[in-house]
């Protein structure tokens, strides 16, 4: 299993843009897809992107289409969320989490992750 580290939470005003990294300790990162998830207080943790093991496919929820970015970079161990326009309601701490496997599809649940990151705090105030 993969070691995460995510990187990049902060404070930002409604409107504004963060960038959140995710970093993997292991050399086979390249094998797994990646999903960032989120959970605000009081709240389940929701899924928020994923991309495929070679970044070809990415998926979004509804609510960050249009707005949200994930990329994956091999090279360097490291996934991306690119946070644009955003809103108070992406208020939330942000997770990275692989597959349980190489080669398999991203989680799109909780119960599907095989590692999990620390997590970063997100705070948009309006």
């Known amino acids: 299993q993969l070691q995460l580290v995510e990187s990049g939470g902060g404070l930002v005003q409604a409107g504004g843009s963060l960038r959140l990294s995710c970093a993997a300790s292991?050399?086979?990162?390249?094998?797994?897809?990646m999903s960032w998830f989120r959970q605000a207080p009081g709240k389940v943790r929701e899924l928020v992107a994923t991309?495929?093991?070679?970044?070809?496919?990415?998926n979004y929820a509804d609510s960050v289409k249009g707005r949200f970015t994930i990329s994956k970079d091999n090279t360097k161990n490291t996934v991306y969320l690119q946070m644009n326009s955003l809103k108070p309601e992406d208020t939330a701490v942000y997770f990275c989490?692989?597959?349980?496997?190489?080669?398999?599809?991203?989680?799109?649940?909780?119960?599907?992750?095989?590692?999990w990151g620390q997590g970063t705090q997100v705070t948009v105030s309006s």
């Open positions: 292991a050399r086979t990162f390249g094998y797994y897809g």
């Open positions: 989490a692989s597959g349980r496997s190489p080669w398999v599809i991203a989680p799109r649940l909780p119960t599907e992750a095989g590692s």
């Open positions: 991309i495929s093991w070679n970044g070809r496919s990415t």
